[in-house]
């Protein structure tokens, strides 16, 4: 088995402690949880660089949703771990990657297509670099790619992007507390957040063709 780590150091994810940090990641986890909402019966996994619990589900209904965050080189929340994740292979219906990769990391995507099932979806949520908003993180380690690149990385590990589903949100400039913030998904691609979906499709198996009988007339029956 392959070794598995997180390339970046421990720190590269601590703007999102920040106060604008940490007023963006509540901004996402209500866009996240309608997301979730509208597949409830599918298992589903949150992995976040936030600390605090996401929302419960609206009406006090039963949850089936994982929580992890990542602390350093840990995951930390409903259970305590590292890579490879301790979860079995495509149980997930659902998986939420909320800047869990910002910092670089290319095994915990491969994982999250891991445990995927098919047929189900992956919501990445990562730092625009096209929005004016770049400039409140500037000078921290993020690692922040381009539409592009992450529709490359998220073929790389098996997904399927889904072109017509990227959307925006979030603030274009000033702060979350303005009007110019938003936590509707948008295709104004000034926000600060991409929003990313991908699948995993399932794989049709093509069954051999039937063997033909060989007629021969003359023969007789044995």
Not at 75 to 87: E, N, S
Not at 99 to 122: F, K, T, V
Not at 145 to 158: S, Y
């Amino acid at each position: 088995m392959p070794a598995f780590a997180f390339d970046r150091q421990p720190d590269a994810l601590a703007w999102f402690g920040s106060e604008r940090g940490r007023h963006l990641l509540a901004l996402e986890a209500l866009a996240t949880q309608q997301w979730l909402e509208r597949r409830p019966a599918q298992p589903a996994l949150w992995l976040t660089v936030a600390a605090e619990p996401p929302p419960p589900p609206a009406g006090n209904t039963f949850s089936r949703r994982l929580w992890l965050y990542r602390q350093g080189t840990q995951l930390r929340g409903d259970v305590q771990c590292a890579l490879p994740l301790p979860l079995p292979s495509e149980t997930f219906g659902s998986v939420v990657v909320q800047h869990a990769c910002d910092d670089g990391s290319q095994d915990l995507l491969s994982e999250c297509a891991r445990i995927l099932a098919p047929g189900g979806r992956l919501w990445l949520l990562t730092l625009n670099p096209m929005s004016p908003y770049r400039l409140r993180w500037r000078g921290s380690d993020l690692r922040v790619r381009d539409g592009g690149a992450w529709h490359e990385r998220l073929r790389q590990v098996g997904l399927h992007p889904q072109d017509d589903e990227e959307t925006y949100l979030g603030p274009r400039w000033r702060g979350l507390r303005h009007t110019d913030a938003t936590t509707r998904l948008t295709h104004q691609r000034l926000r600060a957040v991409r929003v990313l979906e991908a699948e995993k499709r399932v794989v049709a198996l093509i069954p051999p063709a039937n063997a033909r009988r060989a007629w021969n007339a003359g023969a007789a029956p044995a």
